[in-house]
């Protein structure tokens, strides 16, 4: 159902490039110190050797207000784990241009956007890029640092999120068969045929590929956040496309958070079990 916008002229994917490198760009200090995966939810100031922690006298409890405000101080609230959905969807909601005339569909919050120039930066050229892009620069970093830990595991565990999260919401396509908006046929159009709009594909893709990495460094690294930019900036392309409603992309955005949480609280990535040991040891550590 996309063969519609894959028209472009040639070499026309450099901002699709250019958000890729600016992502490895992000990773870089990362992998240059080579430290070891920290644990989910807890700051660097919070953990500390058992041996450290036998030491401490034990104190007077603290009442529950003080040690919520205690929990609060060394981290702040914004790299709370409910942070990532909720900037998320505000940022996307805000990135939205206001459009004119009023929204429509099941869920109230559905507009067909205007084509874009086959030339710009939403172009369905970038996107592409952009998506074949991600899957290489996923599946390099996990063959490459391999499993053992730090990057290389939050890269497997990426892996595991992008592959399951796509599963899913190819299921879902064909289970909702919804219209897209160039069709004609309006946000409505559920059960169409082979239509394949709700939720969005490569939306999905890239939100399941960014949340694990937020999840495990946001504490040491915030500045890792600027990596929503991608599907953010996949979820607007679809849309000015006419490829998807904006139910369609945020439901995307949310099924493949949902499964780079879920990715993230697994020790060891469900692909590293299924397969071949040597797959997931690394070429760094091989040669």
Not at 13 to 37: C, D, H, N, W
Request: net charge positive.
């Amino acid at each position: 159902m996309t063969t519609r916008f894959t028209s472009a002229r040639p070499g026309a994917r450099p901002f699709a490039a250019a958000l890729l490198t600016v992502l490895a760009m992000l990773l870089a200090p990362i992998a240059r110190a080579g430290e070891a995966l920290p644990a989910i939810g807890s700051p660097p100031a919070a953990r500390s050797s058992a041996a450290a922690k036998t030491s401490v006298t034990p104190t007077r409890a603290a009442t529950p207000a003080k040690a919520r405000m205690a929990g609060l101080k060394p981290h702040g609230w914004w790299r709370r784990p409910w942070v990532l959905p909720t900037a998320g969807l505000v940022a996307f909601l805000t990135a939205m241009r206001i459009h004119e005339g009023t929204s429509h569909g099941p869920f109230g919050i559905d507009y067909r956007l205007t084509r874009q120039d086959k030339n710009g930066i939403f172009s369905r050229s970038n996107q592409l890029g952009l998506e074949y892009g991600t899957v290489a620069f996923e599946a390099a970093g996990a063959l490459v640092l391999g499993n053992h830990k730090g990057l290389g595991h939050v890269f497997w565990q990426a892996a595991d999120s992008s592959v399951f999260a796509g599963f899913a919401a190819d299921a879902l396509k064909y289970a909702f068969r919804r219209a897209r908006p160039f069709q004609g046929k309006g946000p409505n159009a559920f059960f169409d045929g082979m239509s394949q709009s709700f939720p969005s594909g490569e939306v999905t893709l890239q939100a399941s590929f960014v949340t694990p990495f937020i999840l495990h460094y946001r504490h040491r690294y915030p500045w890792i956040w600027a990596a929503e930019l991608l599907p953010i900036y996949d979820a607007y392309g679809r849309m000015r496309s006419q490829g998807h409603w904006q139910s369609d992309v945020l439901a995307g955005w949310i099924l493949g958070s949902a499964f780079g949480y879920w990715a993230s609280q697994r020790k060891i990535p469900l692909l590293v079990e299924i397969l071949p040991r040597g797959v997931s040891v690394g070429f760094v550590k091989d040669f």
